[in-house]
């Protein structure tokens, strides 16, 4: 069993950044695959990025790509996600998953994560 626990959501202004952090539990937290997802009123729940256990792999949907930076550090279990330049359509519950299947290379399946988070609201005032 794996508990996810996200944290650092907020309120910010459009052009303003934030930092999500996700503390894991588990003792091979180092070999599983993480990802950030979010999820608007009235809207699917998107993958925005992952990285992979080793952060050579990652993966950012297009619309963060250049303003999002996702990281781990296994030593502590942590993965974060660093956003800035944020806008009103980032708006959304940020969660925090992870895929404990040991694959090389970061999946984009929502299905494929196994473990999530309770989520984070994030909101970026106009």
């Known amino acids: 069993q794996v508990q996810l626990e996200e944290s650092g959501g907020g309120l910010v202004q459009t052009g303003g950044s934030l930092t999500l952090s996700c503390a894991a539990s588990?003792?091979?937290?180092?070999?599983?695959?993480m990802g950030w997802f979010r999820q608007a009123p009235g809207k699917e729940r998107e993958l925005v990025a992952a990285?992979?256990?080793?952060?050579?792999?990652?993966y950012y949907t297009d619309s963060v790509k250049g303003r999002f930076t996702i990281s781990r550090d296994n030593a502590k279990n942590m993965v974060y996600l660093q956003m800035n330049s944020l806008k009103p359509e980032d708006t959304a519950v940020y969660y925090c998953?992870?895929?404990?299947?040991?694959?090389?290379?970061?999946?984009?399946?929502?299905?494929?994560?196994?473990?999530w988070g309770q989520g984070t609201q994030v909101t970026v005032s106009s």
């Open positions: 990285i992979s256990w080793s952060a050579g792999s990652t």
């Open positions: 998953a992870a895929d404990v299947q040991g694959r090389r290379v970061v999946t984009t399946v929502t299905y494929e994560y196994d473990y």
């Open positions: 588990g003792r091979t937290f180092w070999s599983y695959a």
